[in-house]
């Protein structure tokens, strides 16, 4: 199975702040990878699809970029909704894997 | 507006079995996948399997199988999944999601349904 380590585990920072989450796959994944956001009553939505791709409705404040192993979300000026979990996850190869999230918390 | 509705949560006993469904409405859930997922509590989130609505064709993640049977009732729009055998290590919230056409993502999610094994 194709392991997902994402950095850091968890992230204070401030309204306004620009952010970068890392997640690096153990072998290259092509970028078949997607973001998710976990909001704290536990409704998931997707923020990014195969890398870059925002998903409709996801304000532009959020962006994704990466290649072979290594990916990123960035939040560019954080806003009070943002602050949640969140994961990312490859479908290069089955089973599908998810990282071990990031938990972005108001500092 | 697409919605996954899924049922309420569930005590079941240790070595029982337990259905869980997702109602579809808002799209035709015979052109899609649905998939499940798996969150133990404070966990990663694990993919159990997806299956085609048109169909009924499956694909599990080899962990879950012989765990999850994955189904769907094209009548009423609804996909359901079933546990057998159920251990407290099955105590999770599932998840099921709806398959992207564009992309292999999960664009629309269930609220999920807290699965408690428990004696």
């Known amino acids: 199975d194709i392991q997902m380590t994402q950095t850091p585990s968890s992230m204070p920072a401030s309204l306004g702040e620009r952010v970068t989450i890392s997640c690096r796959s153990s072998?290259?994944?092509?970028?078949?990878l997607n973001w998710y956001q976990q909001k704290p009553d536990g409704t998931i939505k997707p923020l990014i699809y195969?890398?870059?791709n925002l998903q409709s409705g996801v304000p532009s404040r959020f962006s994704g970029s990466g290649s072979g192993t290594d990916y990123s979300l960035s939040i560019s000026s954080l806003e009070p909704e943002d602050f949640a979990m969140y994961y990312c996850q490859q479908y290069y190869s089955s089973p599908w894997t998810f990282g071990g999230g990031t938990k972005l918390e108001l500092k | 507006e697409v919605q996954l509705q899924q049922s309420g949560a569930e005590l079941v006993k240790p070595g029982a079995s337990v259905k869980l469904s997702c109602k579809t409405s808002?799209?035709?859930?015979?052109?899609?996948?649905m998939s499940w997922l798996k969150q133990m509590p404070g966990q990663n989130i694990e993919w159990i399997g997806n299956?085609?609505?048109?169909?009924?064709?499956?694909g599990y993640n080899q962990k879950f199988k012989g765990k999850a049977t994955l189904t769907v009732d094209k009548s009423s729009s609804t996909a359901y999944m079933d546990l057998n055998s159920l251990t407290s290590e099955d105590s999770a919230v599932y998840f099921c999601?709806?398959?992207?056409?564009?992309?292999?993502?999960?664009?629309?999610w269930g609220q999920g349904v807290m699965v408690t094994v428990s004696s």
């Open positions: 195969y890398t870059s």
């Open positions: 999601a709806r398959l992207g056409i564009a992309a292999p993502y999960f664009d629309y």
């Open positions: 299956i085609y609505g048109g169909n009924g064709g499956t």
């Open positions: 072998q290259g994944i092509r970028n078949y």
């Open positions: 808002g799209y035709i859930l015979s052109n899609y996948y």
